[in-house]
């Protein structure tokens, strides 16, 4: 069983993999293994069977997902929704397809209890850490409109919640107040900036409950983690394709989504910068993402809109809770490389978060803007 160069799957994993490949494809074997993406949650491999070709295998990851099983039938009632209403309307739009195992399935339970999936893979296709062009962060908008489109339609009651309490806001707040409480560690220059930035805006959380409370924006069905790195460009058009990583698709306000992809997008340094003063938002990008949002024809109504601003700012803030908090309990959550590294996250968003509220006007200019 080849693997990539440099790779480190060692004889077990190999084994698994293998055993896992097996219920889906009986008749076929890989000639080609190699770990994919760069996610922070799941193990995804790109795999080069020897009759079919290339295919995606994922284990969802059960730490994270309290029912790997209910992700899976999300992802595939999706899919199947997603194909069966593109029309030739839809331009440059691509979903992935579910392969079953054998048994009909839309996943396989193997005997330690992971849930393994295997989709099919986009030929010639690419992701990016940061936006590198006005129209990549336009193709961006155009394809995240296209997804909520063609998903206006698919009641969000039939979805599982795949993370019980997932963009819970005053629920994330409550959590880090309890592990800023039991925390005992060393109390760094950074991490007491951070914990008094956290805390400064808790008074806030609730602010997208209540607007839903008051019927300002509605329940759809969401993507739930829109960031650029789960938008697939076309390599040669330069057109983006697909939405990807859809585990966390769910019943959910449009603002998570907005707010989360431009959080994503419009901070060119990237989540883990070289230097944090290069940490800021760019409105060109942000202007340019909802040009192509509302090309799309997605559902955008002028109260949504003036909700665009604080959407931004609190699914960043929302995201600097959630990496501090998995800091203080000791990086349960997130995959981390060394023990700081979710500090240095909260720590960019923190930046991020800042330089939005000092470009308020701004934005809500060019969410207002008809084009």
Not at 227 to 256: C, E, H, P, R
Request: charged residues 25%.
């Amino acid at each position: 069983m080849p693997i990539h160069p440099g790779e480190d799957l060692d004889l077990e994993k190999q084994a698994e993999i293998a055993a896992a490949l097996e219920v889906f494809f009986p008749a076929d074997s890989p000639q080609l293994i190699r770990r994919l993406g760069e996610g922070n949650i799941n193990d995804t491999y790109f795999i080069d069977l020897k009759k079919r070709g290339a295919v995606v295998l994922q284990k969802i990851n059960a730490e994270v997902f309290p029912d790997p099983k209910q992700v899976a039938e999300n992802v595939s009632l999706v899919t199947s929704h997603l194909k069966a209403k593109q029309s030739d309307f839809i331009q440059n739009f691509t979903t992935f397809t579910i392969h079953p195992a054998i048994n009909g399935e839309c996943y396989h339970k193997d005997s330690g209890n992971s849930v393994w999936r295997v989709l099919s893979y986009i030929e010639n296709s690419a992701t990016f850490r940061s936006v590198q062009t006005a129209h990549q962060a336009f193709e961006s908008g155009r394809i995240l409109g296209c997804f909520h489109h063609l998903l206006d339609d698919l009641d969000p009651a039939l979805l599982h919640n795949p993370l019980p309490g997932f963009h819970n806001l005053p629920e994330y707040c409550r959590h880090y107040q309890h592990t800023r409480a039991a925390f005992h560690g060393f109390l760094s220059t950074d991490l007491l900036y951070c914990c008094r930035e956290v805390e400064a805006r808790l008074k806030d959380a609730r602010f997208l409950e209540k607007a839903h409370q008051s019927g300002k924006t509605v329940l759809r069905v969401i993507h739930g983690d829109p960031k650029l790195d789960n938008i697939l460009f076309d390599q040669t058009t330069n057109m983006a394709v697909a939405m990807i990583d859809l585990d966390t698709v769910s019943s959910g306000l449009l603002q998570y989504d907005l707010g989360d992809c431009l959080r994503s997008l419009c901070n060119r340094a990237g989540e883990q910068p070289e230097d944090y003063d290069d940490v800021c938002f760019d409105v060109d990008i942000c202007r340019e993402f909802l040009k192509g949002y509302k090309t799309s024809v997605a559902v955008f109504p002028r109260p949504e809109q003036a909700l665009l601003y604080h959407a931004v700012r609190l699914l960043t803030y929302e995201l600097a809770v959630r990496f501090l908090s998995d800091y203080l309990v000791g990086n349960r959550y997130f995959k981390v490389s060394d023990d700081e590294e979710n500090l240095r996250r909260a720590l960019t968003q923190i930046k991020l978060l800042n330089d939005i509220e000092g470009q308020q006007v701004k934005i809500e200019a060019i969410a207002s803007s008809p084009t």
